[in-house]
């Protein structure tokens, strides 16, 4: 089973630049599609980006974050990067990262359990 571990979150000013890495453990963790997700106090979590498991896979944006956001993925590093850019207080959110599945046009999670998430505070 894939265990996987965020890291990179911080405090940044109103337009500055984070990279997130997501770490995974366990020997199905390249051929899995993985999704960065947020969650802001009081809303529910929501997608943020999603890369395939193979080189020219498809990449998935939400449209608050297309065109500042890039995700990535290494897969003899077991990771996935998400470099945040232009960074704006509504980003302000624990940003997590899970194994995904296509599904109705979108990813899903394909498990009910989280991790701890990385913390990203921007201030105006």
């Known amino acids: 089973q894939v265990r996987l571990v965020e890291s990179g979150g911080g405090l940044v000013q109103t337009g500055g630049s984070l990279r997130l890495s997501c770490v995974g453990s366990g020997n199905t963790f390249g051929p899995s599609a993985v999704g960065w997700y947020r969650q802001a106090p009081g809303k529910q979590r929501e997608l943020v980006a999603a890369?395939?498991?193979?080189?020219?896979?498809?990449?998935k944006y939400a449209d608050s974050v297309k065109g500042r956001f890039t995700i990535s993925r290494d897969n003899a590093e077991r990771s996935v990067y998400l470099k945040m850019n232009a960074l704006k207080p509504e980003d302000t959110a624990v940003y997590y990262c899970q194994t995904v599945v296509p599904a109705g046009g979108t990813v899903v999670p394909t498990r009910r359990s989280w991790g701890q998430g990385t913390l990203v505070t921007v201030s105006s």
């Open positions: 890369i395939g498991s193979g080189t020219g896979d498809r990449i």
